[in-house]
């Protein structure tokens, strides 16, 4: 159920069609796993629908309108991009969206076994992605900020969910972070979100990039955190040396906020594991193993 209690299904995605697109009606419409603020359909071959599910949703969808079609054409990676707005109406009270598909397999449900390449894609990719955003870029809601300004939420995770004999060794990698200098560079655009179910993946590497809903400006160790969360053991010197715009503070942050981002993870396949809302049992193993990374690896 969404947080507006209207149940998405397949008649309804349909009607929608008729009553706005309706040219595009007669492809065929599938139920793709995942989503977390949306729920998403397929649309034939080529086209997917985002339906908002979330109260805050909409407004990540508008974010997507906006902005993707003005960075899309620079990134090296396929990633989704809107081609029809659906509007509120008597028969769904939010807005819609019609985006390309981007083929390949969420990351939650595959693997990467080109680890070099993944690296390079991944940092070629980000290379692009962070330049320097405009001033009526949006700003960072829940995430963005120094890693010492969330200490509250990763504690949180970390009482919730932290392994038993790991604890000294997260907390260490945390704090070190909260430690570190701030980004002290303009704000740059960032993703995000970039985690297993949000990267897709073919031939053994990283393929593409969806959901920008929580795009925002600041400090790109919010992204940089994926070469532990996303890439597999021993890929993340290789990442950032293909990256080459960090340097020690700008790692130990991304590192501290990958732990954070792994314990969220790991939460939220727990609670799928146990059946409640919200919960992606897909999501915990692959927290786990982000973890063990962040511990194990560093970037030597």
Excluded: C
């Excluded at 990676?77 to 939010?94: H, M």
């Excluded at 870029?137 to 990763?154: M, N, Q, W, Y």
């Excluded at 949180?156 to 200098?181: E, K, T």
């Amino acid at each position: 159920m969404t947080d507006f209690e209207i149940e998405i299904t397949a008649d309804l995605v349909r009607g929608l069609l008729q009553e706005q697109h309706p040219d595009l009606a007669g492809l065929a419409v599938r139920e793709v796993a995942g989503g977390w603020d949306n729920q998403q359909w397929r649309l034939g071959d080529e086209l997917a629908i985002r339906m908002p599910r979330t109260e805050r949703a909409p407004e990540l969808q508008l974010k997507e309108r906006r902005w993707l079609p003005v960075l899309a054409p620079r990134l090296p990676l396929p990633v989704p991009n809107p081609v029809r707005a659906g509007e509120p109406s008597a028969r769904f009270p939010k807005p819609w969206t019609i985006m390309t598909w981007v083929p390949g397999e969420p990351l939650d449900r595959a693997s990467i076994s080109r680890g070099d390449h993944a690296a390079g894609a991944l940092a070629d990719f980000l290379r692009a992605l962070h330049v320097e955003a405009p001033t009526d870029a949006p700003a960072g809601s829940d995430r963005g900020g120094r890693p010492g300004l969330h200490t509250e939420g990763f504690d949180h995770l970390f009482h919730a969910v932290v392994p038993d004999g790991l604890a000294d060794g997260v907390r260490a990698v945390w704090d070190d972070a909260v430690a570190a200098p701030g980004w002290e560079g303009p704000p740059v655009w960032v993703h995000g979100d970039l985690h297993p179910a949000n990267v897709v993946v073919s031939d053994g590497t990283l393929s593409g990039v969806i959901d920008f809903g929580d795009l925002f400006a600041g400090d790109p160790a919010w992204d940089l955190a994926a070469a532990w969360v996303i890439l597999p053991e021993g890929a993340a010197p290789r990442f950032f040396e293909a990256y080459g715009r960090t340097d020690e503070a700008m790692v130990r942050r991304a590192r501290g906020l990958a732990a954070m981002k792994s314990l969220f993870l790991m939460l939220m396949g727990r609670n799928g594991d146990r059946g409640l809302p919200g919960g992606k049992p897909t999501w915990g193993p692959a927290g786990r193993a982000a973890l063990d990374r962040v511990l194990l690896t560093g970037v030597a």
